[in-house]
């Protein structure tokens, strides 16, 4: 029965994940017809500025998000293990090859809270820029562009939040469902 609910919950997941890539995918349109109005309406060192907010738009989110999913699951893995047990953790660029050691999981908790910190900044700065954008966009659109550029902003980081989150409980269920049907002899 367990097994069953599982898979149910996996399809269910799996169907979610569909329509969000979806919804996604409708986004990314309107992204590209915004940008093509950008594009047409703005000097070309504007419409630099607002292609770079854009692109680092996805950039912090994904940052952040994945800085957060990492953090949650050393704080997991910290209520279930003793402090002091050794760890290593690989950390960065599989091409520079950075292995890192760390002593506990309390060094990476506490490393992690240090990166999640200064992501913020960079969030707290990609929002300042995003309102020079906007203040540029107000000079050169109507009211309903700029209505529909907030709204792809907005959605924007909404489906990436929505895509991480579900990704976060697929891999979940399937890591559950894989070890309930390992214990099955």
């Not at 890539?21 to 017809?33: I, P, T």
């Not at 770079?52 to 949650?72: N, P, T, Y």
């Not at 960079?122 to 540029?136: A, Q, W």
Request: aromatic share 8%; with cysteine; glycine share 2%.
């Amino acid at each position: 029965e367990l097994i069953s609910s599982l898979r149910s919950k996996l399809q269910t997941l799996w169907e979610e994940r569909e329509l969000v890539l979806s919804e996604a995918r409708q986004c990314a349109e309107r992204g590209e017809e915004l940008e093509a109005t950008v594009r047409e309406v703005c000097k070309p060192n504007e419409f630099e500025r607002y292609m770079m907010f854009i692109g680092d738009l996805e950039k912090v989110v994904s940052l952040l998000l994945c800085l957060s999913s990492r953090l949650a699951r050393v704080q997991n893995a910290m209520r279930r293990m003793d402090s002091n047990t050794d760890i290593y953790i690989y950390m960065g660029d599989e091409r520079a090859g950075c292995f890192i050691c760390f002593q506990s999981l309390n060094e990476r908790h506490k490393l992690l809270s240090i990166y999640i910190y200064i992501s913020k900044d960079l969030k707290e700065n990609l929002d300042r820029r995003e309102r020079v954008v906007s203040g540029i966009l107000a000079k050169y659109l109507t009211d309903q562009q700029l209505q529909d550029y907030r709204r792809f902003v907005q959605v924007k980081t909404s489906l990436l939040i929505e895509q991480k989150d579900l990704e976060e409980q697929i891999k979940f269920f399937e890591e559950q469902l894989k070890n309930l049907e390992k214990s099955i002899p």
